[in-house]
């Protein structure tokens, strides 16, 4: 009976520890490798908007326009954290970024990609992007998106972030 209740146990510990807890601010490569393909996320959360507004989670113009603004809010607001954190980007750096919300409005996922250019193939030094997923997984913690839906739902779209 012991040694059952023992096995359970540690059963129970390893499951939970190996968990994945969200929210989750992470590379697209990272998180394929985990298994969260874009595809499976997809399949989870509504496209915030899209040309077809049958699979739209904001249809109206009103809606769009206030997405717009909150998508804008925290774009700033992770760069105002950013700063108060001291951390410098010390050049313009493209990224792509597709974010999970809850209904709720809080985020599960932030999935980025930085972009190289031609003629610079490494945007960002490793150590600098080790220090702002660190940084973002702070954010996105007790982030709250002024929106919410019925639905999960996810937005995405390129950025350039600067100090």
């Known amino acids: 009976m012991i040694l059952r209740l023992t096995f359970i146990l540690l059963a129970f510990v390893f499951t939970?520890?190996?968990?994945?807890?969200?929210?989750?601010?992470?590379t697209f490569q990272d998180a394929q490798q985990q298994g969260l393909t874009i595809a499976k996320l997809d399949s989870t959360y509504k496209s915030a908007v899209d040309?077809?507004?049958?699979?739209?989670?904001?249809?109206s113009p009103t809606e769009q326009r206030a997405l717009q603004s909150a998508y804008a809010n925290l774009l700033s607001d992770l760069q105002k954290h950013l700063a108060a954190n001291k951390f410098k980007w010390e050049k313009p750096t493209r990224c792509f970024n597709r974010i999970y919300f809850a209904p709720n409005g809080k985020?599960?996922?932030?999935?980025?990609n930085f972009i190289p250019k031609a003629n610079d193939p490494n945007p960002i030094?490793?150590?600098k992007r080790m220090q702002f997923e660190k940084l973002l997984g702070y954010f996105i913690k007790n982030y709250q998106f002024k929106l919410s839906a019925d639905v999960k739902f996810a937005q995405c779209s390129p950025?350039?972030?600067s100090d």
Do not use: C, G, R, W
Not at 16 to 26: E, H
């Open 159 to 161: 950025v350039t972030y």
């Open 16 to 26: 939970t520890s190996n968990a994945q807890k969200l929210p989750l601010a992470i």
């Open 107 to 112: 985020i599960d996922y932030f999935l980025y």
């Open 51 to 59: 040309t077809d507004l049958n699979k739209a989670v904001f249809k």
């Open 125 to 127: 030094a490793e150590e």
